[in-house]
């Protein structure tokens, strides 16, 4: 999936669902954000459902009995409000653990307005105004991430509450809106049985993996142009024949990195055939993209559905009890990108070592200026460190779904989608995935200078990247200075759109 156009400037909340563009633009760029009449509409019908409950003393969720393991114990109307504050504040207890970035705050409370403002929750206009307030005017409060198993971030959630009512949790800032007070029936609920949270820091590393997967595809045409390798394994013949639509699409995006190259004029291959990991790059990063595909639709589609419980139906006047906050098919769509990520990133870790190999590239070792003691990639021990990273890479890879094995609520909430977890550990793996195809590019670009292949032979979209690359280089004077990857692996994520990553 390539995707198009700019950022929004604007986004409103409660006419469309919210999509995952308009989520990085709220969190990166800070896009302007606003609540739609339609919104405000649902919003009040919503919560006249709730009132007319709380009015006839209907035995309901959340609304006039506790929740959890506590769900058969009713609460009387006159300590409702107190029963809401306590509540909030309960679940906001605090452990040590990595706070949310500011980016994935932001993201988190545009997707819970956004689901507010579907009128399936039941929570005060006034409430919702309090919280877009607090968006709007960048007065954020903190959020501790690492208590969720995946059936709602509650302990999160509630700490990002807190304020809401005057209390502290983390930053939580200090010249924003005024608290709204006490809490209404089902307000509490309402407010912590939310994977916001999860699906902010999700969204983003989405976001983020898109970037990685273009570079790591640049990496590979930067690398099979260093190498001098057979392009025709790349031809569109071959993506037809197979008639996967990633690889399809990869190998356009190849073949448009290597346009004008002279790859292609026959005798410059220097191999019959090359190693898989330059040979299978449109297969591997195929694959890939089709896992890309797959956790987009399901995060996309999640930004939008309902899963705090009771389910506030206001066409009918009806409340349902449910279980949407189960977060297994997030956790499977991002357990499966981060193992397509990670193979994306082995086989870079493979192509580093065969482009300084002399007995592939028919260079000197370690793409030395000669043989010899000193000089080169090996040199500056960019192998170990590519080495070092894809181990990283490859250990976040495995799959978190299935670790959760628990009994919390005397036994209530006996299984959970771990998605939280999985979210963490593809964060996890974006600092280092980053590095390798830092690394891969400037042996590429190394190989490419130590053949003195002139700029003008070379691939279309590979040329700016080597025009860049090659000056940040210590070519001829390794060992004078310490090399530092850093300004090489911020030129990269630049050059695709990550100007800062939410997550270093």
């Known amino acids: 999936m390539q995707l198009n156009g700019t950022a929004p400037s604007t986004v409103t909340l409660g006419d469309m669902p919210l999509t995952l563009r308009e989520v990085e633009a709220i969190a990166r760029q800070r896009a302007t954000v606003d609540l739609s009449q339609q919104g405000r509409a649902a919003v009040a019908s919503a919560r006249a459902v709730v009132d007319r409950l709380v009015e006839s003393g209907t035995p309901a969720y959340g609304i006039t009995t506790g929740v959890g393991s506590q769900k058969d114990f009713g609460i009387s109307t006159e300590a409702i409000a107190r029963y809401n504050n306590l509540m909030i504040t309960a679940h906001a207890t605090l452990a040590p653990g990595r706070d949310a970035p500011p980016e994935v705050i932001r993201a988190a409370l545009a997707i819970q307005l956004s689901l507010f403002a579907r009128g399936r929750s039941g929570v005060r206009l006034e409430l919702v105004e309090s919280l877009l307030a607090r968006l709007q005017t960048d007065d954020l409060p903190g959020a501790r991430l690492g208590s969720s198993v995946g059936a709602s971030d509650i302990v999160a959630m509630s700490q990002l509450a807190a ?5 502290t949790a983390i930053g939580n800032g200090g010249g924003g809106p005024s608290p709204v007070g006490s809490l209404a029936a089902k307000e509490a609920v309402s407010l912590l049985n ?7 820091e999700a969204s983003l590393a989405i976001m983020e993996a898109r970037a990685l997967l273009d570079a790591a595809t640049a990496a590979g045409a930067m690398s099979m142009e260093g190498f001098r390798g057979n392009v025709q394994s790349w031809s569109a013949r071959v993506d037809a024949a197979r008639g996967q639509a990633g690889q399809t699409r990869v190998g356009v995006a190849l073949r448009a990195s290597l346009a004008n190259s002279r790859l292609w004029q026959k005798g410059e291959a220097r191999f019959l055939q090359d190693p898989l990991s330059f040979r299978c790059i449109p297969q591997i990063h195929g694959a890939a993209e089709a896992a890309f595909d797959f956790a ?4 996309e589609t999640e930004l939008s559905a309902a899963c705090d419980n009771p389910l506030i139906d206001a066409a009918s006047g009806d409340f349902i009890s449910h279980g949407n906050m189960e977060t297994t098919a997030c956790a499977l ?3 499966t990108l981060r193992q397509a990520l990670a193979k994306v990133i082995e086989a870079s870790g493979q192509r580093i070592h065969k482009i300084q190999w002399p007995g592939f590239t028919g260079l000197p070792t370690s793409l030395a200026v000669e043989p010899g003691a000193i000089g080169g990639v090996q ?11 894809v181990g990283a890479v490859r250990q976040a890879a495995h799959p978190a779904m299935l670790n959760y094995s628990g009994q919390l609520d005397d036994g209530v909430e006996d299984v959970a989608g771990n998605a939280p977890q999985s979210v963490a550990e593809t964060v996890r793996m974006l600092v280092p995935a980053w590095n390798v195809v830092a690394i891969e590019m400037a042996c590429a670009v190394w190989a490419i200078h130590r053949r003195a292949l002139p700029i003008q032979t070379l691939g279309d979209g590979v040329r700016p990247l080597v025009e860049q690359l090659l000056p940040m280089l210590p070519i001829g004077t390794e060992g004078q200075r310490v090399f530092d990857l850093a300004p090489i692996v911020n030129v990269v994520k630049s050059a695709f759109g990550i100007s800062r990553s939410v997550f270093d």
Do not use: E, R, T
């Not at 939310?194 to 902010?200: D, E, H, Y």
């Not at 987009?296 to 995060?299: L, R, V």
């Not at 040199?379 to 990273?389: R, S, V, Y």
């Open 163 to 167: 304020p809401l009512i005057g209390n």
């Open 194 to 200: 939310s994977n916001s949270l999860m699906l902010a």
């Open 296 to 299: 987009y639709g399901i995060f």
């Open 333 to 335: 769509a991002m357990d």
């Open 379 to 389: 040199f500056l021990n960019l192998g170990h460190i590519a080495g070092a990273n």
